[in-house]
């Protein structure tokens, strides 16, 4: 019918197929994966948590980042589809808690495909909640996400992000829960690769499939006209009309025609009107059963024009004939035309003809007509032309209804029935209307490279365009079954496209037997049976049979949400979905996790409702429904769950034991969603309360000291639903391991200060300075004293270096005995961190009332140590200089020469020779220094001994004292940094001697009490030196301030028969 159509458009080339190989894979020979497994989860089996080791084997490697790098064993690469599938060798094992913890990873494999990249391996594990090993043998570990990653060279896959699934998490132990983030891997090998190509294996909704129903028939037409009720198919073309088997379609016979230019068809009695060149008559045909032939009858009155357009309206059995143009494809619009229109209608046994007047087309001539199911009559009309001969403009024209009054028919605009005109080109507008579908009418836009259809859809009173579908190509012809609505467009491009209820359905592209490819240029169909003459030699009339039509989803599932409560691992979850489809589709369930991208199925779930018992796992889980039956497959539209849940605990965080001076973690595992609110707690004096500022999983606790030992914490895991806690755990600190060391040898140098000694020597006081018990005079005129022992500790940076000697200054003698008479004598440096401070025993006569006064183990000096940074690995080391500045205690015993806060000389700390505490000779001991009183002024006086600047003295040896001794610490004291406060230091005679302390005593602070930790020796070898000391809890720290407080320890040593009990009071200042 299409056949004016034809005439206005050029016909582009046949397009050529090729058939393509299938592809072949490539062997992959050589390479490796990194991976780090997951980077937080190696530094917890190593870290302070843990105390575990991480080993690898059978060719796997550590990477210096920290990462594993596995050998290749075997893979390969499918070009075209792009899939690369590898298997690794070796392993990596993790052992911490005492292999408690216990995960092997070994021999992994990597695959990359359109349908979802993985990472499988066997992993060997224990439970979390304990157990024997438990061995997962190719456990789909993680899903990789290749979205934003691109190989590169020959061939490199990096940082693929990985993420743990369902699987993995047991074989993982449990330690992360499925969706955890793991480390991204890098793939390298020596070979060709590329990203996977996807392919979308579903077919659209509603896609009709075909096949072909008998061998073609050497039947040639360009419209088919069907007969259902005597299972007939006219297939006419202007020299032939020949009677089809609508079944088989076998030819049952034909007739001979001659100067056919137009048909119509009355369904209702299969009668076939035809129309011949001008001056001819037009005339009926019907098949004769009996003579398998057509009968020709000439319907009286009437007369053909050149051109003529028909259409029957079975509705009032009314034939509509209608002038078309007599020559040309356009309306020249300086020629304006007035079509002549005749209605024929049937009058019992025959048939009366009326004329009309011409229709008021406004000049336009008319290109197609057709009546509607509803008896409405639609027009197309040529596109008009200006400007002939050259240049010339083409415009479109729109389709028209007409409107029979009974005594013309007049022409009523169809509104939107005018194509766009495509930019840089133009459009003949529509032409060609087909009856269909429904009571709708399809028109044909020619073109020249490309054209579209246009559905007339009804209205209360006529027709408005409302669907258009554009092709790449021209439209050829077109057909509307009218049993199912189907239409099918065949275009120049080799395919004949299916449209269903205005939106595409699919294509016909399946050549018929026997010919090389599909190329349909005339189309009819009816009953699902698709007729078309195909333009390709042998040139034949092909039936393809509608076999299935592929589903289309008509109720996808809704996403759903569950709500766990504390103590339910589990809920019931039921999705529901429908689809139609012929035949009647089947459906299986599918499932994913939120973060893969490989559908699975879900065994057995093939019914139209699935019913799942879901846990915590499942939160962000998606589940689609896939629809298929013969014409092909479906997926609904994925439906999302969300699983809430109470927090739970799912790693319990352990007890901890550091050393002292080192940091402590614990770790939790929380889970829950809404994500649980961390919040660590320390139980203090029996109430939990919150840790400023730790609210992550890990609670890290900083330089733990002893004090801290024994400390509660827990985490509390709260969220919207509820709130829960962890166990309870306990942290242990431990004295730090021995990594002290012992003086030999070396000085205490040290001048007091210089403007003194001046005066002391010069004009005004007269006077000398005295040495005895090794002090000494150096070169500059301080004063070098042996040091007698001492020890430090690098862990700590603590320490304590003892001198020996006396010094005495003496002056303004006038005969009666000196006036200025102080005497200083075995001076000790105490080393704290930054915190240095010089004592000794010092007597000095009073200036006021001229008496001597004792100031024994006088806190005399604070020395600035805050650039010590003392290097102990060599033989010798250098502690200073220290600036040194007199303090409140040491003023009076200055005799108050000086006020405190007196800058004094510098002193320096020489050790000259250590030994590492334990590495004693066994024969070797520590002479025990008492200090030497300096007799007090007589009224005779005692000429002073001046020792003119000698060399250093080297350390005598001193006879061990007999007997224990135990020696108070400062009466008052500025607590440490650390909360230590020294109490006692013990020295042992020619005998071991054991110190008994409480382990801990009661310290009173701003109304509360605490627990203070008391350390120190409990044996000291003979002729050693121990010092009892104790330690203020944090918390007591926090609260004391700038208070002070007194601390009572009771401390009893033992020699043999000797002993010495001693019940020491210090008061206690806060820093």
């Given at each position: 019918m299409l056949n004016r159509v034809r005439r206005m458009v050029l016909l582009v080339a046949a397009l050529l197929l090729s058939s393509a190989s299938p592809a072949l894979a490539q062997q992959i020979t050589s390479g490796s994966l990194d991976w780090g497994v997951k980077a937080s989860f190696r530094s917890y089996v190593e870290g302070s948590i843990g105390h575990g080791t991480v080993t690898v084997g059978d060719g796997a490697t550590k990477n210096a980042d920290g990462t594993y790098r596995f050998p290749l064993r075997s893979g390969s690469f499918t070009a075209g589809e792009n899939t690369t599938d590898v298997t690794l060798g070796g392993w990596v094992r993790f052992v911490a808690h005492d292999g408690s913890l216990d995960l092997t990873i070994k021999d992994p494999r990597v695959k990359f495909a359109a349908g979802g990249s993985t990472l499988v391996a066997d992993v060997t594990s224990k439970p979390l909640s304990g157990g024997d090993l438990v061995v997962f043998d190719d456990v789909l570990l993680a899903e990789l996400d290749l979205s934003a990653v691109t190989p590169t060279g020959t061939t490199v896959w990096s940082a693929v992000p990985t993420v743990l699934t369902g699987a993995g998490a047991p074989a993982f132990a449990g330690?992360?829960?499925?969706g955890q983030a793991l480390d991204p891997l890098t793939l390298r090998y020596t070979?060709?690769?590329?990203?996977p190509v996807a392919v979308d294996a579903f077919t659209p909704a509603g896609t009709p499939k075909y096949s072909q129903v008998a061998d073609g028939r050497d039947i040639y037409a360009d419209t088919y006209f069907p007969e259902p009720g005597r299972g007939l198919l006219h297939a006419i073309n202007t020299t032939s009309l020949t009677a089809v088997d609508l079944t088989t379609v076998e030819p049952l016979g034909a007739t001979t025609l001659s100067g056919v230019t137009a048909y119509a068809y009355d369904s209702e009695t299969g009668t076939i009107f035809l129309a011949g060149t001008a001056g001819q008559p037009l005339r009926t045909a019907t098949w004769n059963t009996q003579t398998k032939t057509y009968d020709l009858a000439a319907i009286p009155g009437t007369s053909s024009w050149a051109r003529n357009h028909l259409a029957y309206d079975t509705r009032t059995d009314k034939l509509y004939a209608v002038q078309g143009l007599a020559s040309g494809n356009f309306t020249d619009t300086a020629v304006p035309v007035s079509p002549a229109a005749v209605v024929i209608a049937r009058d019992g046994a025959g048939w009366s003809v009326k004329d009309y007047p011409a229709l008021a087309t406004g000049g336009r001539a008319v290109s197609g007509l057709a009546v509607s199911l509803q008896g409405r009559i639609v027009a197309t009309q040529h596109a008009t032309v200006t400007g002939t001969p050259s240049p010339a403009t083409i415009s479109a024209s729109p389709a028209v209804q007409l409107v029979d009054t009974g005594s013309e028919l007049t022409v009523v605009e169809i509104a939107g029935s005018v194509p766009p005109k495509p930019a840089g080109s133009f459009t003949f507008g529509y032409a060609s209307p087909t009856p269909g579908p429904g009571s709708n009418v399809t028109l044909v836009e020619g073109g020249v490279t490309s054209g579209s259809l246009m559905t007339l859809d009804t209205t209360a009173t006529g027709f408005v365009g409302t669907t258009q579908h554009t092709f790449n190509g021209t439209?050829?012809?077109?057909?509307?079954?009218?049993?199912?609505?189907?239409?099918?467009?065949?275009?120049n491009t080799k395919r004949t496209v299916v449209l269903r209820d205005g939106a595409l359905a699919g294509a016909l592209t399946q050549a018929p037997t026997g010919v090389a490819e599909l190329f349909?240029?005339?189309?009819?169909?009816?009953?699902?049976?698709?007729?078309?003459?195909?333009?390709?030699?042998?040139?034949?009339?092909?039936?393809?049979?509608?076999?299935?039509?592929?589903?289309?989803?008509?109720?996808?599932?809704?996403?759903?949400s569950r709500t766990l409560l504390k103590g339910e691992t589990s809920k019931s979850v039921t999705f529901q979905a429908g689809a139609i489809g012929a035949p009647?589709?089947?459906?299986?369930?599918?499932?994913?996790?939120?973060?893969?991208?490989?559908?699975?199925?879900?065994?057995?779930?093939?019914?139209?409702?699935?019913?799942?018992?879901?846990?915590?796992?499942?939160?962000?889980?998606?589940?689609?429904?896939?629809?298929?039956?013969?014409?092909?497959?479906?997926?609904?539209?994925?439906?999302?769950?969300?699983?809430?849940?109470a927090p739970k605990v799912l790693v319990e965080p352990a007890d901890v034991t550091v050393v002292e001076g080192f940091d402590a973690q614990f770790k939790v595992g929380p889970s829950g969603n809404p994500y649980p609110d961390i919040q660590w707690q320390r139980r203090d004096d029996g109430f939990w309360e919150d840790i400023p500022g730790a609210t992550g999983s890990f609670l890290t606790v900083e330089d733990a000291n002893t004090a801290m030992s024994g400390a509660r914490f827990r985490a509390r895991l709260r969220n919207s639903i509820d709130t829960t806690y962890s166990r309870e755990l306990t942290l242990t600190v431990t004295d730090p391991p021995p990594d002290v060391f012992r003086v030999a040898a070396g000085a205490l140098d040290w001048g007091l200060k210089a403007s003194f000694r001046s005066y002391i020597r010069g004009p005004i006081a007269h006077g000398a300075i005295a040495y005895?018990?090794?002090?000494?005079?150096?070169?500059?005129?301080?004063?070098?004293?042996?040091?007698?022992?001492?020890?430090?500790?690098?862990?700590?940076?603590?320490?304590?270096?003892?001198?020996?000697?006396?010094?005495?200054?003496?002056?303004?003698?006038?005969?009666?005995?000196?006036?200025?008479?102080?005497?200083l004598t075995n001076p000790r440096v105490v080393v704290d961190g930054a915190a240095v401070t010089l004592y000794?025993?010092?007597?000095?006569?009073?200036?006021?009332?001229?008496?001597?006064?004792?100031?024994?183990?006088?806190?005399?000096?604070?020395?600035?140590?805050?650039?010590?940074?003392?290097d102990l690995s060599g033989p010798s080391t250098v502690f200073g200089p220290m600036g040194a500045t007199l303090t409140e205690p040491g003023a009076p015993a200055f005799a108050g020469f000086y006020a405190a806060g007196s800058v004094l000389d510098p002193a320096v700390v020489n050790v000259s020779s250590w030994v590492k505490a334990g590495d004693e000779p066994p024969?070797?001991?520590?002479?025990?220094?008492?200090?030497?009183?300096?007799?007090?002024?007589?009224?005779?006086?005692?000429?002073?001994?001046?020792?003119?600047?000698?060399?250093?003295?080297?350390?005598?040896?001193?006879?061990?004292?007999?007997?224990?001794?135990?020696?108070?610490g400062a009466a008052r004291q500025t607590v440490s940094r650390t909360g230590v406060v020294r109490v006692a230091t013990v020295t042992c005679g020619s005998a071991a001697c054991t110190v008994t302390r409480p382990a801990r005593v009661s310290v009173r602070v701003g109304g509360r009490t605490y627990r203070a930790v008391v350390t120190g020796s409990t044996r000291v070898a003979a002729g050693r030196t121990g010092s009892v000391a104790l330690r203020l809890p944090a918390s007591a720290l926090r609260v004391l301030g700038r208070r002070a407080v007194t601390v009572k320890v009771t401390v009893t040593v033992a020699a043999g028969s000797e002993r010495v009990r001693r019940t020491v009071s210090v008061r206690v200042r806060g820093r």
């Open positions: 330690f992360y829960q499925p070979g060709p690769g590329g990203k439209v050829l012809d077109v057909a509307v079954d009218p049993v199912d609505g189907l239409i099918y467009a065949a275009l349909a240029n005339a189309v009819g169909a009816y009953g699902g049976t698709l007729f078309l003459r195909n333009n390709v030699a042998p040139v034949k009339l092909f039936a393809y049979k509608l076999v299935a039509t592929s589903p289309t989803v008509t109720a996808p599932p809704e996403s759903a009647a589709p089947t459906v299986q369930w599918q499932s994913r996790t939120s973060s893969a991208a490989t559908w699975r199925d879900i065994a057995g779930a093939t019914a139209a409702a699935l019913a799942q018992t879901v846990t915590f796992d499942d939160n962000g889980r998606e589940y689609r429904a896939v629809f298929t039956n013969a014409g092909g497959s479906i997926a609904s539209a994925p439906a999302s769950l969300e699983v809430r849940a005895s018990d090794g002090a000494s005079e150096n070169a500059d005129g301080t004063f070098r004293f042996p040091l007698a022992g001492g020890e430090y500790d690098r862990t700590r940076r603590t320490g304590e270096f003892r001198a020996r000697g006396t010094v005495r200054f003496t002056g303004h003698d006038s005969g009666m005995g000196p006036l200025l008479d102080m005497t000794a025993d010092v007597k000095s006569k009073s200036l006021n009332s001229g008496a001597m006064e004792d100031f024994p183990n006088v806190r005399f000096a604070v020395l600035d140590g805050s650039a010590l940074a003392p024969s070797e001991e520590e002479p025990e220094v008492t200090p030497t009183p300096t007799p007090e002024a007589t009224p005779t006086p005692t000429p002073p001994v001046v020792v003119p600047a000698p060399s250093p003295t080297p350390v005598p040896t001193v006879a061990p004292v007999r007997r224990p001794t135990l020696k108070a």
